[in-house]
């Protein structure tokens, strides 16, 4: 633990659950001045990995006055975001959790670090200027709340739990040819706990998609995150991906799920259709810049000025 002038600052390999309930209002109370939301990803931060820090804190008193969170989904790419109660901003304080996370992000010899911030966040925007950063892409958040469009069954479709040992080579050629991930980047911690997290998508017995469901209790709610939603390209424009979703929906619902979610690149209008017509509606929007070294200050580009800028695709 290092001690500055006006805090003290904390890298974990896990956060407690008092930390993790402090983080919940730390985030009520920056949402509650900032609007949007901010993507911290709960149940990644209820599974971290004990051999590496991904949790940086900054304690005033005893207080938590400021949080930034290490994602890697993949080796080659990291996602960091994080936030600083409004009462201590404009001190210092997300930069010296910043530098402590690229610190340990040169550690772990990470090629791409991705800064994610909700689009209306100025702050964030002026932050990601300040640290050379480059707008890469965007994403809606959308959230399931009406029932989705009349749909005759497929039969010829299954969607099953995968199983660890079995099928995390096919989850990763699939996430490859679909996302350009390359092959053998499904992380090692997912892959190990596959069959709880990831789903196959069967035609007549032969894998042809996968997805990832996350669920998580919050404020007395079971909510569902849907990720890496992706079908091999041969097997892509069949409708496959409206016929899955809209049955993970009716099982999710089924289960008691009460809030279903899930993300698409603003540049993906063939997902962004298929998943109105299954009743999710757009929420918010990310925007994810790429921290650049060497750019000089204050040439991060913000989405609204860039007319022709297109995000990532994430195919169906």
Same mark, same amino acid.
């Given at each position: 633990m290092?001690?500055?002038p006006?805090?003290?600052l904390r890298?974990? *390999?896990?956060?407690s659950r008092?930390?993790l309930g402090?983080?919940?209002?730390?985030e009520?109370t920056?949402t509650?001045?900032d609007?949007?939301r901010?993507?911290?990803e709960?149940p990644a931060?209820?599974?971290?990995?004990a051999d590496r820090?991904?949790?940086f *804190?900054?304690?005033v008193h /005893?207080?938590l006055v400021?949080f930034l969170g290490?994602?890697q989904w993949?080796?080659?790419?990291?996602?960091?975001a /994080?936030m600083?109660h409004?009462r201590?901003r404009?001190l210092?304080?997300f930069?010296?959790?910043?530098?402590?996370a690229?610190a340990?992000?040169?550690?772990r010899?990470?090629?791409?670090v991705? &800064?994610?911030?909700?689009r209306?966040?100025?702050a964030g925007?002026?932050? %990601?200027s300040?640290?050379?950063?480059?707008?890469e892409?965007?994403?809606?958040?959308?959230?399931?709340?009406?029932a !989705?469009?009349a749909l005759?069954?497929?039969?010829? &479709?299954?969607?099953? !739990?995968a199983?660890?040992?079995?099928d995390?080579?096919?989850?990763?050629?699939c996430l490859?040819?679909?996302?350009?991930?390359?092959?053998?980047d499904?992380?090692?911690?997912d892959a190990?706990?596959v069959s709880k997290?990831?789903?196959?998508?069967?035609?007549d017995?032969e !894998?042809?998609?996968?997805?990832?469901?996350?669920?998580?209790?919050?404020?007395g709610? *079971?909510m569902?995150g849907?990720?890496g939603? %992706?079908v091999?390209?041969?097997?892509?424009?069949?409708g496959?991906?409206r016929?899955?979703?809209?049955?993970?929906i009716a099982?999710?619902r089924?289960? /008691?799920?009460?809030?279903?979610t899930l993300?698409v690149?603003?540049?993906n #209008?063939a997902?962004?259709?298929?998943?109105?017509?299954?009743?999710?509606?757009?929420v918010g929007t990310d #925007?994810?810049?790429?921290?650049?070294r060497?750019?000089?200050h204050?040439?991060?580009?913000?989405? *609204?000025?860039?007319?022709?800028a297109g /995000?990532?695709v994430?195919?169906l």
């Amino acid at each position: 633990m290092t001690a500055s002038p006006f805090g003290n600052l904390r890298a974990s *390999t896990a956060l407690s659950r008092a930390e993790l309930g402090a983080l919940v209002e730390l985030e009520r109370t920056c949402t509650a001045l900032d609007g949007g939301r901010l993507k911290l990803e709960y149940p990644a931060l209820a599974e971290r990995r004990a051999d590496r820090e991904s949790d940086f *804190t900054w304690w005033v008193h /005893g207080e938590l006055v400021g949080f930034l969170g290490i994602y890697q989904w993949q080796p080659a790419e990291v996602e960091i975001a /994080g936030m600083v109660h409004p009462r201590h901003r404009r001190l210092g304080v997300f930069s010296r959790l910043f530098e402590a996370a690229m610190a340990e992000l040169c550690r772990r010899a990470a090629p791409r670090v991705l &800064l994610v911030m909700d689009r209306r966040s100025d702050a964030g925007h002026a932050f %990601a200027s300040h640290v050379d950063a480059v707008y890469e892409h965007s994403e809606h958040r959308m959230v399931q709340r009406r029932a !989705p469009s009349a749909l005759d069954p497929d039969r010829s &479709l299954e969607l099953r !739990p995968a199983l660890a040992g079995v099928d995390s080579g096919f989850i990763s050629e699939c996430l490859s040819a679909a996302f350009g991930i390359p092959c053998g980047d499904v992380m090692e911690d997912d892959a190990a706990s596959v069959s709880k997290r990831h789903l196959v998508v069967e035609r007549d017995g032969e !894998p042809v998609g996968t997805l990832r469901v996350d669920c998580r209790k919050e404020g007395g709610k *079971t909510m569902a995150g849907i990720y890496g939603f %992706a079908v091999l390209p041969d097997h892509q424009g069949r409708g496959i991906g409206r016929c899955v979703l809209t049955e993970l929906i009716a099982r999710l619902r089924g289960e /008691g799920v009460d809030e279903i979610t899930l993300e698409v690149s603003v540049s993906n #209008d063939a997902a962004l259709k298929v998943y109105e017509s299954c009743g999710f509606d757009r929420v918010g929007t990310d #925007d994810y810049f790429m921290v650049q070294r060497g750019r000089p200050h204050g040439q991060a580009l913000h989405p *609204t000025a860039r007319a022709s800028a297109g /995000g990532g695709v994430r195919p169906l």
